[in-house]
């Protein structure tokens, strides 16, 4: 079968059902337990294959920055440089349409990155394992080995590129909540260690087992809370606002500054989104988690 001259996929955002940071290591980062989960709020990356040579990168929906930055063409050039396509006559073209918010905690730019490598790996007849695939994603930042993964709800320790993947949770009514907060994760981590070295870490343990959102509403946590939502007051009312809506659990993703909050069905998650639109004065929507990854699809 011939492949694609161009492919389209959905990006997917994600949040942390659960995020443990536990100790610095040598190298700068943190070792992390998490639970990602993908949900259904997407960004849109069609990637092609034209006569030229070279990396073209167009966005729709949000100004990223110089597109040598971001991550959708990082992704590509890494791509082209571990299969050797540069001396190909043929030019990688692609086109990204945003629609998550960016420095939200909910991973936008590294499902943008694995997007493109799921579509470039489609174009050219995946010339690359599974496994050196994951490598090149792993490369360029930690979350994006989670959405080249096996499916949409994983264990993550590590950096967060180890990954252990869970069956799915029945699709969950969520609430995304959106402060207008940018929290750089630097910063954060920065905080989460002052405040430590002043109050010391907590003993709670990983989630085991089989996991159902009753398990999550009694297990939920993320330590970024500590100290994202005291710096950010935007990112502390979206959480209250979010319980005293009933949402089990209600949490951080990532070090923010999106909240979430699960709820029993869609028309109440439909019902709290639009309040809280209205009390909040910033973005409320509701979302629902994904039992599939979704595939590339050719154009």
């Known amino acids: 079968?011939?492949?694609?001259?161009?492919?389209?996929?959905?990006?997917?955002?994600?949040?942390?059902?659960?995020?443990?940071?536990?100790?610095?290591?040598?190298?700068g980062f943190h070792e992390l337990d998490t639970l990602f989960q993908a949900v259904d709020l997407c960004d849109?990356?069609?990637?092609?294959?034209?006569?030229?040579?070279?990396?073209?990168?167009?966005?729709?929906?949000?100004?990223?920055?110089?597109?040598?930055?971001?991550?959708?063409?990082?992704?590509?050039l890494a791509f082209v440089d571990a299969v050797g396509l540069a001396a190909s006559s043929e030019r990688v073209e692609i086109r990204l349409r945003k629609r998550i918010p960016a420095g939200?905690?909910?991973?936008?730019?590294?499902?943008d990155a694995?997007?493109?490598?799921r579509c470039m790996s489609e174009l050219w007849g995946a010339p690359l394992?599974?496994?050196?695939?994951?490598?090149?994603?792993?490369?360029?930042?930690?979350?994006?080995?989670?959405?080249?993964?096996?499916?949409?709800?994983?264990?993550?320790t590590g950096r967060g590129e180890i990954l252990e993947a869970l069956q799915p949770l029945p699709e969950g009514n969520l609430v995304l909540v959106l402060p207008p907060v940018h929290v750089a994760t630097g910063p954060a981590y920065g905080a989460l260690a002052r405040h430590r070295a002043r109050h010391g870490a907590d003993g709670r343990e990983p989630p085991a087992?089989?996991?159902?959102?009753?398990?999550?509403?009694?297990?939920?946590?993320?330590?970024?809370?500590?100290?994202?939502?005291?710096?950010?007051?935007?990112?502390?009312?979206?959480?209250?606002?979010?319980?005293?809506a009933g949402a089990r659990p209600a949490l951080l993703s990532g070090s923010g500054g999106a909240?979430?909050?699960?709820?029993?069905?869609?028309?109440?998650?439909?019902?709290?989104?639009t309040e809280l639109s209205g009390r909040l004065g910033w973005s409320a929507v509701p979302v629902r988690t994904l039992t599939a990854f979704p595939v590339p699809q050719p154009l």
Do not use: Y
Request: hydrophobic fraction near 45%.
């Open 114 to 117: 694995a997007a493109v490598l």
């Open 1 to 27: 079968m011939s492949t694609p001259a161009a492919v389209r996929i959905l990006a997917p955002a994600k949040v942390n059902l659960w995020l443990r940071v536990l100790r610095r290591r040598p190298d």
């Open 44 to 76: 849109e990356v069609e990637v092609s294959r034209r006569p030229g040579s070279g990396v073209r990168l167009t966005v729709e929906g949000a100004d990223l920055g110089p597109a040598r930055e971001n991550l959708a063409q990082r992704a590509a």
């Open 129 to 156: 394992s599974p496994s050196v695939l994951a490598e090149v994603g792993a490369s360029l930042g930690s979350d994006i080995a989670f959405f080249l993964g096996e499916g949409p709800l994983a264990r993550g």
């Open 104 to 111: 939200a905690g909910l991973g936008g730019g590294s499902s």
């Open 259 to 273: 909240c979430f909050g699960a709820f029993p069905d869609e028309g109440r998650a439909r019902a709290v989104a």
């Open 209 to 244: 087992g089989v996991l159902t959102w009753h398990d999550l509403a009694e297990i939920a946590v993320n330590d970024f809370e500590l100290v994202v939502p005291r710096s950010n007051p935007p990112v502390a009312a979206s959480l209250e606002a979010l319980r005293r």
